[in-house]
């Protein structure tokens, strides 16, 4: 008996994102290892800083955010070239852990230019964790970051939970 294609599958799959240029979004999906509570907290917490980056292209610094609507968040991105990028922005809308919606605004960086965008970050549980759907809108007029972004988009993700699959079997 064959199994209908249409039926999510409940392996886990590697991070995916797909680019709309010309409509500027981006949508990325990963099933973590760990529970919406636990991704949500690596998510606004200053935790970001251990995870969210690689040796080998840049980390994330200093990051400060007031959780609540209206809040302001900033963290320093340092690139393995010495450069700083700034990035900040505020939070839009949370209903904790199932979803997070923020603004982002970054200074010198060479893809995203200062034109702000949202990110929008869904978690869902799921028998393997949870299934963490990120939409990144405003990149109308910047396809070419569009396109960038979402590969990225695949990278942190994947970093995610690879940081928090660490975490659990180190509980082990």
Request: a negative charge; proline letters at 5%.
């Amino acid at each position: 008996m064959k199994t209908d294609f249409r039926v999510p599958s409940t392996s886990k799959k590697p991070p995916r994102a797909v680019a709309d240029g010309i409509g500027g979004t981006i949508i990325a999906v990963a099933d973590i290892c760990a529970p919406p509570a636990r991704v949500f907290r690596a998510l606004t917490t200053n935790e970001v800083e251990l995870w969210w980056g690689h040796p080998e292209f840049y980390r994330q610094k200093n990051w400060k955010g007031d959780l609540r609507v209206q809040g302001e968040w900033s963290v320093s991105v340092e690139l393995i070239s010495g450069d700083t990028v700034h990035s900040s922005g505020e939070f839009c809308e949370i209903d904790v852990p199932t979803k997070l919606v923020m603004t982002q605004r970054c200074i010198g960086h060479p893809l995203l230019g200062n034109r702000e965008h949202t990110i929008t970050y869904r978690l869902e549980s799921t028998e393997l964790g949870t299934r963490l759907t990120v939409r990144d809108e405003g990149f109308i007029g910047r396809s070419q970051a569009a396109y960038g972004n979402a590969e990225h988009w695949e990278h942190v993700l994947g970093w995610l939970d690879a940081y928090l699959e660490t975490e659990i079997a180190n509980k082990k």
